[in-house]
C-alpha cells in the first residue's frame, strides 16, 4: 500500500516522480507543494480547516510532455482516488451529452472500489480459509449421521469407522487442494443471481446516466430464482467463492463511508483538454456554441458545491483539481474569469529535446526500452539496445516532431515500434535468440521512412 501523505515532503514526492517523468521540474514541485499543504491543512484546527481550498493548478505545455502522467503517478503515490477526464466531452445543460457532475460519480465510484478493495485485502485470509472448507463439502459432501439412540452398538462402531475413514478421505483432498492438483475438476457450485438494483434517476443527469441505470436495472431481472447451480471446475469456483465470502466479511456501509471521506479530501480530477472550451462564441450557432456553458457548468464543481451520487452527498471543496491543455490556438485567458481564478498556479511545461528523448528511453523505471526488453524475453529472445542506437532513436522521434506534428513522447512508441517490428513478428524463434540493436539497424529500418517526407507522415 502507498505511504500516507504525511510521511512524504514536497521534495521526496519530486524524487518519486523523477523516476517516471523525465523534466518538467516546475510542475513537479507545483503539484508536489499542492500534495503536502492537503496535509498542513488536516493538521489546522476545524474552523481554520474548513477555509482553507486547494491551489488548483493549470498546466499548460503541448501533448506528450508528461501533463497526465504527472497528475497520475501523484495520487498513485498517496493512494487517493484520481479520475481523468476530458472537457472536451462535457456539454453545458440543455445539450445531448455528459454533464459535468457525472465526473464527481465516476469519481467516488472509483473510490468507493479503492476502499472496497482495501477492504477485501484486510479478510482475505479469513475468506481463503472459508472457501478451502467450502470447496471441500463440494469435493467430499458430508453426509448427516443417523441419530445413536437408533443404532446398535454394531452400528455405532460402524458409523464411528465411517466418520474415521470419511475424515481420513477430507483430509488427504485437502492436501491435495493445496497442492493445486484438483484445479481442473468440476464441481457444481450455487451461484448467487443479481438482485433488481433500484433505479435512481438523479436531478440533471444526462441521457448516458439513465440509459446506464436502465442496463443495470435489466442485469439485475435474472431468472432461475437467486442462486443458480452452475458446473465449473475448481479453479474458477474459487475465484466465485472467493468474491463471495469476501463480501459477507466487509462493511459496506463503513466501505461508502470512508470512500467519500476519501475523496472529499484526497482525490484529484485532472481536466484535460481545457483548452478546448477555452475560446469564447463569436456567433450563436455551429459546434462551439456550448464552450462557455461547459465552463459555467464546471466552475461551481471547482468552487465547491454537492453533488448527489448513488453512494451519498459528495462535497467537492476540498478535491485538488489538476487542468491541462496546449493552448495552441486559445490562450488561458480566454476562460472565464471566474474560472481563471480557480486555477490560481500556473505552470508551463517545455517541449522535449532530443536529450530528452534519450533519457525518457533509458531512465524511467518504466522505460519503453525497460518494457520491450521484457517483453520479449518471454518469448526467450535477449534484447539490447547500445548508447548510439537510443541516440539513433531520439534524433528520428525529434526531427519527426519538428517537421510534423509534436506528439512529444508518444512518437517514442511509434519510432521503437517500426524498429521492432520484424523481431515482434517473428518471435518467438526455434530456440533463444540474442538481438542487438545498434544505430546502423535502427537507420537501415527507418532510413526509407525518413527520407520519404509523404510516407513518414502516414507512418510515423
Same mark, same amino acid.
Given at each position: ?266 482525490? @484529484?480530477?485532472? @481536466?484535460?483538454? @481545457? ?186
Amino acid at each position: 500500500m502507498a505511504e500516507i501523505p504525511d510521511e512524504l515532503t514536497p521534495k521526496e514526492v519530486v524524487e518519486r516522480l523523477d523516476k517516471y517523468i523525465i523534466g518538467q521540474d516546475a510542475a513537479k514541485k507545483a503539484v508536489a507543494v499542492a500534495l503536502r499543504n492537503r496535509v498542513r491543512r488536516l493538521k489546522l484546527s476545524a474552523d481554520m480547516r474548513e477555509e482553507v481550498t486547494p491551489k488548483n493548478i493549470l498546466m499548460i505545455g503541448p501533448t506528450g510532455v508528461g501533463k497526465t502522467e504527472i497528475a497520475r503517478r501523484l495520487a498513485k503515490l498517496v493512494n487517493a482516488p484520481f479520475l481523468k477526464v476530458e472537457a472536451s466531452k462535457y456539454t453545458e445543460v440543455g445539450y445531448v451529452g455528459r454533464d459535468v457532475e457525472s465526473m464527481i460519480r465516476d469519481l467516488t465510484q472509483t473510490g468507493v472500489n479503492m476502499v472496497r478493495e482495501e477492504h477485501m485485502a484486510q479478510v482475505k485470509q479469513k475468506a481463503e480459509e472459508s472457501v478451502e472448507e467450502k470447496l471441500l463439502d463440494l469435493l467430499v459432501p458430508p453426509v448427516k449421521p443417523p441419530k445413536k439412540s437408533f443404532l446398535s452398538e454394531e452400528e455405532a462402531a460402524n458409523q464411528e469407522q465411517e466418520t474415521i475413514k470419511f475424515k481420513d478421505t477430507r483430509e488427504k483432498i485437502r492436501q491435495q487442494l493445496k497442492a493445486g492438483a484438483l484445479e481442473d475438476k468440476m464441481v457444481e457450485v450455487s451461484v448467487r443471481q443479481k438482485q433488481s438494483p433500484m433505479m435512481e434517476i438523479f436531478p440533471g443527469a444526462s441521457m448516458d446516466e439513465i440509459g446506464a441505470n436502465i442496463q443495470e436495472l435489466m442485469e439485475g431481472f435474472a431468472p432461475g430464482g437467486k442462486t443458480k447451480k452452475t458446473k465449473m471446475r475448481v479453479g474458477e469456483a474459487r475465484s466465485v467463492i472467493l468474491n463471495e465470502e469476501t463480501g459477507k466479511l466487509i462493511d459496506m456501509d463503513r466501505v461508502v463511508k470512508e470512500a467519500i471521506n476519501r475523496v472529499e479530501n484526497n482525490s @484529484i480530477i485532472f @481536466i484535460d483538454e @481545457i483548452d478546448k472550451v477555452a475560446g469564447r462564441e463569436k456567433s450563436m450557432g455551429g459546434p462551439d456554441v456550448s464552450r462557455e456553458g461547459v465552463q459555467r457548468d464546471i466552475l461551481p464543481i471547482v468552487e465547491g458545491t454537492t453533488v448527489i451520487t448513488k453512494h451519498g452527498q459528495v462535497r467537492t471543496d476540498h478535491i485538488l483539481f489538476i487542468a491541462a491543455g496546449a493552448f495552441h490556438i486559445s490562450k488561458p485567458s480566454d476562460l472565464i474569469p471566474e474560472l481563471q481564478g480557480r486555477f490560481p498556479i500556473r505552470v508551463e511545461l517545455d517541449s522535449l529535446t532530443k536529450a530528452d528523448f534519450e533519457r525518457i528511453l533509458k531512465e524511467p523505471e518504466n522505460s519503453l526500452i525497460k518494457q520491450y526488453t521484457a517483453i520479449l524475453e518471454t518469448d526467450g529472445v535477449s534484447l539490447s539496445f547500445d548508447d548510439s542506437a537510443i541516440s539513433a532513436v531520439a534524433e528520428i522521434a525529434f526531427e519527426v516532431n519538428e517537421q510534423m506534428e509534436n506528439i512529444g513522447a508518444r512518437r517514442l512508441h511509434t519510432i521503437i515500434e517500426k524498429v521492432l517490428e520484424e523481431v515482434l513478428f517473428d518471435a518467438p524463434y526455434p530456440k533463444p535468440e540474442k538481438t542487438e540493436v545498434t544505430r546502423q539497424y535502427v537507420e537501415d529500418k527507418l532510413k526509407d521512412l525518413v527520407k520519404n517526407r509523404d510516407l513518414s507522415k502516414y507512418i510515423l
